[in-house]
């Protein structure tokens, strides 16, 4: 039996009356998680605690108390999120990066079937003054939108899910976590068509032009407008610290809420459009370059390019389990000096940030999407280290914008390609992401 997840946001209407119960339940819920981030950060004076258990024991009755009995399951939630932020810190700090104490100030609550009761049509949530039932907003008609695939259909069940409010709009939503199990015979389908054939999508990243790249040839999205907007948050953010007023930080509350939605909207657009792309290709993989320590390995990528990198990632990922595509990490090096013509690798082939040119055999095609189509390659290398020729065996082969390429070189032109066609190596209107 296997797990197929799918998070589906849905607005909440919420009696008027009865939104201060909601504000008051985040209140005391970043409470205990702030609490928690205080008492388990020992950094540098002493190890850090990184124990769910230990926490919990430490703190649980004093946060009950602090929080007038606020439901135990929430009080736990917001216990568990600060250790797993120490976590992560810890890792950084192993790793030598700078880092401190997390801070907890976003507007989410986290529930589970212990904290609050999913229907289809409503939410039952435990709140500091009782329970409080809110109506889903859902659409005239909702086939073919994720809320009718996933948040009423039958077949997946509620897990986890995170209340978010927009101070904007002032609406509540829940990011509503569902999962259905698939069945053995619906797994062993997959897994027999896998054994049929792999062919692989791969998905260069950057921090400058398209934000990713696919070996098919379409680029996706606007890293530079990513940066322009970024830095104008960080501006405004600045701007409105130095004010030092309470109207100042609530202001910019706002536009971390906001700016967080933004990011998490275009991620979500393309971590779409790969899905697309490995769809379109008949895809059984997507490779992405392993992304662990990226930020030294990619010149100019710095926090802000490591977070969309991974949570990239991480949508792809869950997405492409529907799809009973695999999406896996593979070794970077030398995926930008390699010439997928030839073979010939060497630090002069890039010649610009988008421009490779091979030195020895002068193919010349964009720099990003050659080094996407050597991402597919590696796991290709990984997958099927003795590639079958054509004569026999399941083909294993990298999806080029034109047809298929083998660990061979052997070339096969799509159903509407008679050559391999690199008049797609730069963008073109079809491909390119707003």
Same mark, same amino acid.
């Given at each position: 039996?296997?797990?197929?997840?799918? =998070?589906?946001?849905? #607005?909440?209407?919420?009696?008027?009356?009865?939104?201060?119960?909601?504000?008051?339940?985040?209140?005391?819920?970043?409470?205990?998680?702030? =609490?928690?981030?205080?008492?388990?950060?020992?950094?540098?004076?002493?190890?850090?605690?990184?124990?769910?258990?230990?926490?919990?024991?430490?703190?649980?009755?004093?946060?009950?108390?602090? $929080?007038? *009995?606020?439901?135990?399951?929430?009080?736990?939630?917001?216990?568990?999120?600060?250790?797993?932020?120490?976590?992560?810190?810890?890792?950084?700090? #192993?790793?030598?990066?700078?880092?401190?104490?997390?801070?907890?100030?976003?507007?989410?609550?986290? *529930?589970?079937?212990?904290?609050? $009761?999913?229907?289809?049509?409503?939410?039952?949530?435990? $709140?500091?003054?009782?329970?409080?039932?809110?109506?889903?907003?859902?659409?005239?008609?909702?086939?073919?939108?994720?809320?009718?695939?996933?948040?009423?259909?039958?077949?997946?069940?509620?897990?986890?899910?995170?209340?978010?409010?927009?101070?904007?709009? +002032?609406?509540?939503?829940?990011?509503?976590?569902?999962?259905?199990?698939?069945?053995?015979?619906?797994?062993?389908?997959?897994? @027999?068509?896998?054994?049929?054939?792999?062919?692989?999508?791969?998905?260069?990243?950057?921090?400058?032009?398209?934000?990713?790249?696919?070996?098919? /040839?379409?680029?996706?999205?606007?890293?530079?407008?990513?940066?322009?907007?970024?830095?104008?948050?960080?501006?405004?953010?600045? @701007?409105?610290?130095?004010?030092?007023?309470?109207?100042?930080?609530?202001?910019?509350?706002?536009?971390?809420?906001?700016?967080?939605?933004?990011?998490?909207?275009?991620?979500?657009? +393309?971590?779409?459009?790969?899905?697309?792309?490995?769809?379109?290709?008949?895809?059984?993989?997507?490779?992405?370059?392993?992304?662990?320590?990226?930020?030294?390995?990619?010149?100019?990528? #710095?926090?802000?390019?490591?977070?969309?990198?991974?949570?990239?990632?991480?949508?792809?990922?869950?997405? +492409?389990?529907?799809?009973?595509?695999?999406?896996?990490?593979?070794?970077?090096?030398?995926?930008?000096?390699?010439?997928?013509?030839?073979?010939? =690798?060497?630090?002069?082939?890039?010649?610009?940030?988008?421009?490779?040119?091979?030195?020895?055999?002068?193919?010349?095609?964009?720099?990003?999407?050659?080094?996407?189509?050597?991402? +597919?390659?590696?796991?290709?290398?990984?997958?099927?280290? /003795?590639? =079958?020729?054509?004569?026999?065996?399941?083909?294993?082969?990298?999806?080029?914008?034109?047809?298929?390429?083998?660990?061979?070189?052997?070339?096969?032109?799509?159903?509407?390609?008679?050559?391999?066609?690199?008049?797609?190596?730069?963008?073109?209107?079809?491909?390119?992401?707003?």
């Amino acid at each position: 039996m296997e797990d197929v997840i799918r =998070t589906v946001k849905v #607005k909440l209407d919420v009696p008027t009356a009865r939104c201060d119960d909601l504000h008051q339940t985040k209140d005391r819920f970043l409470h205990c998680a702030n =609490t928690t981030a205080r008492w388990a950060w020992r950094y540098p004076n002493d190890y850090c605690v990184t124990s769910k258990k230990q926490a919990e024991s430490a703190l649980y009755d004093q946060l009950r108390e602090e $929080t007038d *009995y606020m439901h135990a399951n929430l009080v736990q939630k917001g216990i568990r999120r600060a250790i797993e932020a120490i976590k992560s810190g810890v890792a950084r700090l #192993k790793k030598g990066e700078k880092t401190s104490q997390p801070y907890f100030d976003a507007w989410s609550v986290v *529930y589970d079937k212990r904290s609050a $009761t999913f229907h289809r049509d409503h939410v039952s949530f435990s $709140t500091p003054n009782g329970r409080l039932e809110c109506d889903y907003v859902l659409p005239a008609d909702p086939e073919g939108t994720p809320i009718g695939e996933y948040l009423l259909n039958e077949d997946y069940e509620f897990r986890m899910s995170t209340l978010q409010y927009d101070r904007q709009t +002032a609406s509540f939503y829940l990011h509503a976590r569902m999962r259905r199990t698939t069945d053995e015979t619906e797994q062993s389908t997959i897994d @027999s068509s896998n054994a049929k054939h792999r062919t692989v999508l791969g998905v260069d990243l950057n921090v400058d032009g398209s934000f990713a790249v696919t070996s098919t /040839g379409a680029f996706i999205g606007n890293a530079d407008e990513m940066n322009h907007r970024r830095r104008e948050f960080e501006k405004t953010r600045g @701007s409105m610290q130095r004010t030092g007023t309470r109207p100042a930080h609530l202001s910019i509350q706002s536009m971390q809420d906001r700016e967080h939605r933004w990011m998490q909207d275009e991620l979500h657009r +393309a971590s779409n459009q790969v899905l697309d792309e490995a769809r379109k290709h008949e895809c059984t993989h997507v490779a992405f370059e392993n992304l662990t320590d990226i930020r030294q390995r990619m010149a100019g990528a #710095k926090r802000f390019h490591a977070w969309a990198f991974r949570r990239l990632y991480q949508y792809v990922e869950y997405k +492409a389990e529907m799809f009973g595509i695999e999406v896996e990490q593979v070794s970077p090096a030398y995926t930008s000096q390699r010439c997928t013509s030839c073979g010939f =690798t060497h630090e002069s082939n890039r010649r610009s940030k988008h421009q490779f040119v091979c030195q020895k055999c002068e193919y010349e095609l964009n720099a990003d999407y050659n080094a996407s189509r050597n991402i +597919a390659r590696n796991l290709l290398k990984r997958l099927h280290p /003795g590639q =079958t020729s054509s004569s026999g065996g399941a083909p294993c082969q990298c999806a080029l914008a034109s047809g298929t390429l083998n660990l061979n070189g052997e070339f096969y032109a799509s159903v509407d390609s008679t050559a391999e066609g690199e008049s797609t190596d730069k963008p073109t209107t079809s491909v390119v992401g707003n």
